[in-house]
Nanobody, 125 residues
């Protein structure tokens, strides 16, 4: 059974940092693209960052470029999202998602098959 489990969320002040983890199981990890998405109350889910299935190249939403970094540790079947210089507008539930054989790194939520349950990130002013 495919499982994605997020962790690492919490409450931080603006300008602070968090590292989110996505632990994957039940599939061949390095054959899958993995992305991070977020959803704030009353807003649509949006793509934040992803790594492709072929070369693990990274892609970022414009709103987080220069602040967030996505990286994987394939031996642990884990993808991380390092979030620096956090802003109140980063407050959301953050979700990990995966899709097999996606080499071009899309941030479209519709391209991903498997989703975790999310972890809450709250950034105070």
């Amino acid at each position: 059974e495919v499982q994605l489990v997020e962790s690492g969320g919490g409450l931080v002040q603006a300008g602070g940092f968090l590292r989110l983890s996505c632990a994957a199981s039940g599939f061949t990890f390095d054959d899958y693209a993995v992305g991070w998405f977020r959803q704030a109350p009353g807003k649509e889910r949006e793509g934040v960052s992803c790594i492709s299935s072929n070369d693990r190249s990274a892609h970022y939403a414009d709103s987080v470029k220069g602040r967030f970094t996505i990286f994987s540790e394939n031996a642990k079947n884990t993808v991380y999202l390092q979030m620096n210089s956090l802003k109140p507008e980063d407050t959301a539930v953050y979700y990990c998602a995966a899709r097999a054989n996606l080499p071009y790194g899309t941030l479209s939520i519709y391209e991903y098959d498997y989703w975790g349950q999310g972890t809450q990130v709250t950034v105070s002013s």
